[in-house]
């Protein structure tokens, strides 16, 4: 069993940075490939970026790529999000999770976090 928390989410202005972490508990976290999702309001939950076991494997959707960048500390039981050049059409919850897959389909996600609010103003 794996257990998510998220930070580092808040209000921030278009075109600047935040970094989310997601800390997971358990010994098995480095078999686990690690996920970002995010839900807008009335919208569906997306697919932000993913990381697989291996730090170097990593996956992003076309809305963040060269703005976000996903990585791991497996020694620190640790997966990060850094958002650059934020715009306000990235304000959403984001949320960490955890899959046996490197996957992009929320379905393929065995655990989650409770999420965090990041609000980008124009």
């Known amino acids: 069993q794996v257990q998510l928390v998220e930070s580092g989410g808040g209000l921030v202005q278009a075109g600047g940075s935040l970094r989310l972490s997601c800390a997971a508990s358990?010994?098995?976290?480095?078999?686990?490939?690690m996920g970002w999702f995010r839900q807008a309001p009335g919208k569906e939950r997306e697919f932000v970026a993913v990381v697989g076991w291996s730090p170097g494997r990593t996956y992003y959707a076309d809305s963040v790529k060269g703005r976000f960048t996903v990585s791991r500390d497996n020694a620190r039981n640790t997966v990060y999000l850094q958002m650059n050049s934020l715009k306000p059409e990235d304000t959403a919850v984001y949320y960490c999770?955890?899959?046996?897959?490197?996957?992009?389909?929320?379905?393929?996600?065995?655990?989650w976090g409770q999420g965090t609010q990041v609000t980008v103003s124009s």
């Open positions: 999770a955890a899959s046996l897959v490197v996957g992009v389909l929320d379905a393929e996600y065995d655990h």
């Open positions: 358990g010994r098995t976290f480095s078999t686990y490939a």
